[in-house]
């Protein structure tokens, strides 16, 4: 199964995409959003919906995913 990540600086976030190989061919892709704060660092995980058909389209949706989640507001600690 073939993983692949990219970390990204975003509006003073880290957004890490990941991609996975998806056994009936195509590849999904999820996130998270990583927040330094005083208290340390907050990680946010989300799932982008659908199947992708190459890796690197998978990581682009996730990243624009993150970016969309940063510029509405990330909810901290939540999951979707």
Known sequence: VAIMKSRQGYEGYIIEARSLEL???GFSAELS???NDASGVTETQFHVPGTFTTQEIAIEAAIQAGRQRID?????????
């Open 23 to 25: 056994s009936d061919g």
């Open 33 to 35: 959003v990583e927040e």
């Open 72 to 80: 509405v507001g990330v909810e901290r600690g939540s999951q979707s």
